[in-house]
């Protein structure tokens, strides 16, 4: 086989995407150690890979896992890169009562399960309290509705409470930097509460997967590897990585958009620091060239799992002789069905490359055929099929 750098050349979207040759020859000596190792598949969760469709996947994971906000777009935190604005898309459920509501709603549309979250106190905790209760009917009248929960932080009586609710799986975000904490998040909390929380949920019967937030420092790696480290002591079922996007943030205090680079070593590292737990990229990444440059170091770095991957990644991962599987559908890594099933080879459909061809060739085709209107007018591409952050795709 060809080197890396040069195999990029054959992948069509990526052809004159800028990228680091010596990390994508770090990368390819990485991998090469592992010859002979049994390789998970690497997924993809594309609701844009058409021939894979099938009816009951069709749908966006918006309505199929919908994010419910018990404070709605009330938060007390206001840190720098959000502000708020993950929880403002979200359904509001103010009241124990109004959750119970909007539970049976979800359920009567299909819905499958939910994100629950909301905003934070002062501290850094959301006020699940009064909910526990209602979440307990909402699992013992539907068994099979499934809920992720964003804990936040919390000690040992709140993970408790959360695993005695039913709670299926539990999300937070792992901050390794004082500073960060400090400066973005405008808290008086300690790196080692964030370590403690962690402690506390994986000695729960709950699934936990945790994220970590690159770029978090206003769009710089700080806290990043210590964040790392702390998995490493408190292992989760699976870890998920997301790039912080600058536009929340104000013009006072305001955030670039990472290094890609950066975030590609830091993939890497994480790789190694973590070898057996399952690695995704969620959906929230900056978009256009710096998406496309992060999903392929994350294709090369070895994770197992991308959300809404950028044109040409599914090609790349079968050219570079990963086995591939595809799930017609968005979101599952937020919510839904990959946290649930934390990357089991189970779901998804496997391909082999020249099925991946084949379908590149046919949406190749098809894509030179529908930016051309009638009498060949170029129309308008209709967007969304790569953008960041459709709603459904945030957790608090
Ligand atoms: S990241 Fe969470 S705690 Fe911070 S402002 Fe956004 S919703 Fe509030």
Not at 65 to 72: I, K, M
Not at 362 to 389: M, N
Request: hydrophobic share 40%; glycine share 8%; proline share 6%.
């Amino acid at each position: 086989m060809s080197n890396w750098y040069d195999l990029l050349q054959h992948v069509e979207p990526l052809e004159d995407l800028p990228l680091d040759p010596d990390l994508v020859q770090s990368l390819e000596s990485d991998w090469s150690a592992l010859a002979g190792c049994d390789i998970p598949p690497m997924h993809f969760y594309t609701p844009t890979f058409k021939s894979c469709r099938t009816s009951e996947l069709t749908d966006c994971g918006s309505k199929t896992w919908p994010a419910v906000s018990v404070t709605g777009g009330d938060c007390k935190l206001q840190c720098d890169h959000c502000r708020a604005a993950i929880l403002k898309p979200m359904i509001p459920a103010r009241t124990p009562e109004e959750l119970w509501r909007v539970v049976n709603g979800i359920v009567e549309d299909g819905g499958r399960g939910m994100l629950l979250t909301g905003g934070s106190n002062r501290r850094n905790e959301v006020e699940y309290d009064a909910y526990y209760a209602t979440i307990r009917r909402i699992k013992d009248t539907f068994p099979d509705f499934r809920i992720a929960m964003h804990t936040a932080l919390v000690d040992d009586d709140v993970a408790l409470s959360m695993e005695q609710a039913g709670i299926d799986a539990a999300m937070m975000d792992v901050i390794g930097s004082q500073d960060t904490i400090t400066q973005v998040y405008h808290l008086r909390r300690s790196v080692d509460d964030f370590e403690a929380t962690l402690e506390s949920l994986v000695k729960t019967r709950m699934k936990v997967v945790p994220h970590i937030v690159i770029g978090l420092h206003y769009g710089r790696l700080l806290g990043e590897w210590n964040a790392l480290e702390m998995l490493g002591r408190h292992l989760p079922d699976a870890v998920v990585l997301v790039v912080v996007m600058p536009f929340y943030a104000s013009e006072n205090r305001p955030f670039v958009t990472p290094d890609t680079e950066s975030v590609g070593r830091f993939f890497m590292d994480a790789r190694k620091a973590l070898p057996e737990t399952p690695l995704l990229l969620g959906c929230a990444r900056p978009p256009g060239i710096a998406r496309q440059q992060i999903d392929a170091y994350a294709v090369m770095a070895g994770l197992n799992g991308i959300a809404h991957p950028s044109d040409g990644m599914v090609e790349l991962a079968a050219r570079l002789d990963r086995r591939v599987r595809v799930t017609p559908a968005c979101c599952s890594i937020a919510v839904g069905d990959e946290v649930m099933a934390v990357a089991g080879d189970s779901a998804g459909i496997e391909l082999d490359l020249e099925a991946v061809l084949a379908q590149e060739r046919r949406r190749r085709e098809l894509a030179r055929v529908s930016v051309t209107g009638p009498g060949g007018i170029r129309v308008v591409a209709r967007a969304g099929a790569f953008t960041a952050g459709s709603d459904g795709c945030r957790g608090g």
